[in-house]
T-cell receptor, first 116, second 113 residues
Framework: DAGVIQSPRHEVTEMGQEVTLRCKPISGHDYLFWYRQTMMRGLELLIYFNNNVPIDDSGMPEDRFSAKMPNASFSTLKIQPSEPRDSAVYFC??????????????FGNGTRLTVT | GNSVTQMEGPVTLSEEAFLTINCTYTATGYPSLFWYVQYPGEGLQLLLKATKADDKGSNKGFEATYRKETTSFHLEKGSVQVSDSAVYFCALSDRTGGFKTIFGAGTRLFVKA
């Protein structure tokens, strides 16, 4: 099993540019989560999907952030326009939903975003 | 709402010392509890879990017991190694939280040779 795959690993962009982060969950997992990690705020849940449907996006900081999951094997997180305060490591994680509360999350290695 | 509180770091220990990282939680339902570990440049990975009261999770010499009466899930290891240096996260997930996993702030552990 290849695990959760995120791309790119590093992204450096200028303020105002559009940024798209990508995630391929583990095959067969029906929950997908996007987290943001910073020193100041720790790990923040941005949004999660169940069977490709967004369930809770209350953690999305503002309208500049959007996420999609067009099929079971692909999700994107888009920031438009990007700002320096968006600089963080963004993680995607997936989980198998049977007995969902007991199932652990499987994380990708993250995308380190730097907005200058 | 659900929340997790864990001790602030960093924690610095000598090799073979005893480790405790405290974790307490607040939940409206009956959560499952987890410890995750993050090594530099990587995502979090599951270390151990416990799904009901009095369960003990264990892995790689680490242990944690689900204590409902004290709403705690403290992580322990009898003899740490340099390779245990990492950031440790306590987390919970339950049905009333919509199966979201909520993480504590993380505790960085440094182990000196």
């Amino acid at each position: 099993d290849a695990g959760v795959i995120q791309s790119p690993r590093h992204e450096v962009t200028e303020m105002g540019q559009e940024v798209t982060l990508r995630c391929k969950p583990i095959s067969g997992h029906d929950y997908l989560f996007w987290y943001r990690q910073t020193m100041m705020r720790g790990l923040e849940l941005l949004i999660y999907f169940n069977n490709n449907v967004p369930i809770d996006d209350s953690g999305m900081p503002e309208d500049r952030f959007s996420a999609k999951m067009p099929n079971a094997s692909f999700s994107t997180l888009k920031i438009q326009p990007s700002e320096p305060r968006d600089s963080a490591v963004y993680f995607c994680a997936s989980r198998y939903g049977l007995q969902a509360a007991n199932s652990p999350l499987h994380f990708g290695n993250g995308t380190r975003l730097t907005v200058t | 709402g659900n929340s997790v509180t864990q001790m602030e770091g960093p924690v610095t220990l000598s090799e073979e010392a005893f480790l405790t990282i405290n974790c307490t939680y607040t939940a409206t339902g009956y959560p499952s509890l987890f410890w995750y570990v993050q090594y530099p440049g990587e995502g979090l990975q599951l270390l151990l879990k416990a799904t009901k009261a009095d369960d003990k999770g264990s892995n790689k010499g680490f242990e944690a017991t689900y204590r409902k009466e004290t709403t705690s899930f403290h992580l322990e290891k009898g003899s740490v190694q340099v390779s245990d240096s990492a950031v440790y996260f306590c987390a919970l997930s339950d049905r009333t939280g919509g199966f979201k996993t909520i993480f504590g702030a993380g505790t960085r552990l440094f182990v000196k040779a």
